[in-house]
């Protein structure tokens, strides 16, 4: 049984209408220990069923395995899917879903990274392209299965590419913290652990050496959604020769954690760099739903305070506050934009000849 | 009654309290009524108090601001239909044509513009492309028959009809892309042909994402060029599979929110 699934969710539900019933059926039966125990049991089972469900809801731990901490390994440094021969033929216009082990160098971090590969890379013109590269950022708490199963990353991708409204594109999903409960907001926490230097080096490092993707920053891009929202605008910022657009979708224009260096008022700051450091020309699409109090007022202030080279374009949801529902709303219009935006996929024979 | 306004969890608490109060006075009911009492008491405080822990979390994080975003969304995503050119049958025969927007004026050239569509235009029929400006004098320059600019055009005796590659610098329709071969004076700005990509964005499927090649004589034009697009200098084919390389692929009409 899954523990992500609803089923789990129902059983915990049963097992706390029959502790319930066995505590209303044996009270005059049982002394007070018994009384106690049973009042206990019924108490966790409540907890239990409510963290399951808020599990659920944000994929914090998609797997027993991952709240034990005995996950199964992932490959570490397995060749090119694409070059796998015995592997089946994915079905017509699906991407594929690949997990590999990224052991950061920079950062220290060594997490596992799901990678969307998409239809056209396993194509005969395309094993004969470098492809365009968004990481996507997942929110706090969350895991990439948040993207996957939550929001249906791997199918809005599929048909957005399929319509032709997104260019063949490499997707990659890193974790953003090494520990599930720690709220890094994709920042080198002092004393902790590096998640700018793993997100912005250590992936697109690897990325680079394993798959058949652009190099230039004009074919990168970030996204994410709520803290991975932040993460995507703060990194473009910090990293404007890494990375030439993102789509914010409810982000933030503040970390709200202690970075421990005082940085979440100055350089961790979105509001506070866009006002004191001099504007990268990137570009970004911000989206918020309006009643989504703390996401509008901080996405309303980063879009008031782009100016040229900077451009900022906004999507705006009227009502669903900060869900699932406004995200899957804001995916299609997010990624549309974003392959708008980074450069096409490429001969890799073309030459390495850049603007003047 | 808001799903986030403070009556909701004040009257959610008061619940609370009234059901633990009504549980433990009925709790010793004689008869048969007494488990289903108990049962149906304590499943009460249960609900009440996930409820008001859920509420007040709510409340402080806006995940669910209304009954409306806890129940489902109407979505407000839009697609734009698909949009034509006005010179798409002529551009689709692959040959060079003769631009003539009226905005041209103001632009100053030595002689009318030309468009190179790319291979897959008229396939690709649902997409828009992005632009690559090739500011050159060319045109001029490697004519073999020393045509002064803009002869080729208007000695074939057609507003629109095709030119021959020769007489726009020998540039080649690229894939993925519509080039417009601008051959500048010393008049034009940089700024004048910023209405560049939204006048062809009547007669041709383009978007606003452009790359310029420039000619080293017309530098100070594309480095005026608003919205800092890539400059690559150069106009052989070298220098426009470069231009290609930084623009975005063609794309059908995007999915859109109301911004």
């Keep these: 049984m899954s523990i992500d699934g609803t089923s789990t969710v129902v059983l915990g539900l049963v097992a706390v209408l029959l502790f319930t019933a066995v505590l209303a059926l044996l009270w005059d039966r049982i002394r007070v220990v018994g009384r106690a125990g049973l009042i206990t049991l019924i108490v966790l089972a409540v907890a239990a069923t409510s963290a399951l469900e808020v599990n659920r809801l944000t994929e914090t731990y998609p797997s027993w395995s991952a709240l034990t901490g005995k996950e199964p390994a992932v490959p570490a440094d397995v060749p090119d899917a694409s070059d796998a021969p015995s592997e089946a033929p994915p079905a017509p216009g699906a991407g594929r879903l690949v997990t590999y ?3 950061g160098a920079a950062s220290g971090m060594n997490m596992p990274l799901a990678v969307y590969l998409p239809a056209a890379y396993f194509t005969p013109a395309g094993r004969e392209l470098n492809f365009p590269v968004i990481e996507a950022l997942h929110g706090y708490p969350g895991t990439p299965q948040s993207w996957l199963k939550r929001l249906d990353i791997v ?20 974790f953003q913290t090494p520990n599930r409960l720690l709220d890094t907001e994709c920042t080198d926490m002092a004393g902790g652990p590096r998640a700018e230097t793993y997100v912005t080096k250590d992936v697109p490092e690897w990325a680079r050496t394993h798959l058949r993707v652009r190099t230039d920053r004009s074919a990168w891009g970030l996204t994410g959604y709520s803290a991975g929202a932040f993460c995507a605008m703060n990194l473009l910022l910090k990293h404007p020769d890494k990375y030439v657009a993102a789509a914010s979708l409810s982000g933030y224009a503040d970390p709200g954690i202690k970075v421990g260096d005082q940085s979440e008022k100055t350089t961790n700051n979105i509001a506070w760099r866009m006002t004191h450091v001099p504007l990268p020309a990137v570009s970004m699409w911000v989206g918020w739903a309006s009643d989504d109090k703390d996401a509008s007022a901080g996405s309303r202030q980063i879009v008031a305070l782009a100016k040229p ?18 995200w899957r709303q804001m995916e299609g219009p997010a990624f549309d934009w974003l392959s708008a935006h980074l450069a096409r996929p490429t001969p890799i024979s073309a030459g390495r000849r850049g603007p003047a | 009654m808001s799903l986030t306004g403070l009556p ?15 549980t433990v006075r009925w709790w010793r009911l004689p008869g048969r009524r007494r488990v289903p009492v108990r049962v149906a008491g304590l499943v009460a405080i249960e609900v009440l108090v996930v409820a008001g822990v859920g509420l007040i979390v709510n409340r402080q994080d806006s995940f669910y601001p209304s009954w409306a975003a806890l129940g489902g969304l109407h979505s407000v995503v ?22 003539s927007p009226p905005q041209a004026a103001a632009w100053h050239l030595a002689a009318p513009p030309q468009l190179l569509a790319p291979p897959d235009y008229a396939e690709h029929a649902d997409r828009r492309f992005p632009i690559i400006v090739m500011l050159t004098s060319a045109g001029a320059a490697h004519q073999s028959g020393g045509a002064s600019p803009g002869a080729g055009a208007s000695g074939r005796g057609g507003g629109a009809s095709g030119g021959g590659a020769g007489e ?14 601008l051959r500048p ?18 007669d041709a499927r383009v978007t606003d994402r452009l790359a310029i090649l420039v ?14 697009p890539p400059v690559i200098a150069g106009h052989d084919a070298t220098a426009l599979a470069a231009a290609a390389r930084e623009l975005p692929a063609p794309l059908a009409a995007p999915e859109r929110l109301p911004s």
């Design chain 1, 101 to 103: 082990q990224v052991a």
């Design chain 1, 155 to 174: 199918g809005r991708l599929d048909q957005e590419m399929a319509a032709g409204r997104m260019a063949p594109t490499v997707v990659l999903l890193p």
């Design chain 1, 309 to 326: 080279p900077l451009t900022a374009v906004t999507g705006v949801v009227p009502r669903g506050g900060h869900s699932h529902a406004v």
């Design chain 2, 8 to 22: 909701l969890i004040l009257l959610t608490w008061v619940l609370a309290i009234v059901a633990v109060a009504a």
């Design chain 2, 78 to 99: 839009t697609t734009s239909a698909a949009s034509v050119g006005r010179l798409d049958g002529k551009l689709d025969n692959h040959a060079a044509v003769t631009w």
């Design chain 2, 168 to 181: 726009v610098g020998d540039p080649r329709p690229v894939a993925g892309v519509v080039v417009v071969v």
């Design chain 2, 185 to 202: 004076t010393g008049a034009t700005t940089g700024t004048a042909l910023a209405d560049l990509p939204a006048a062809l964005g009547q």
């Design chain 2, 215 to 228: 000619d080293p004589a017309w530098m100070r034009v594309a480095k005026a060029w608003p919205g800092h």
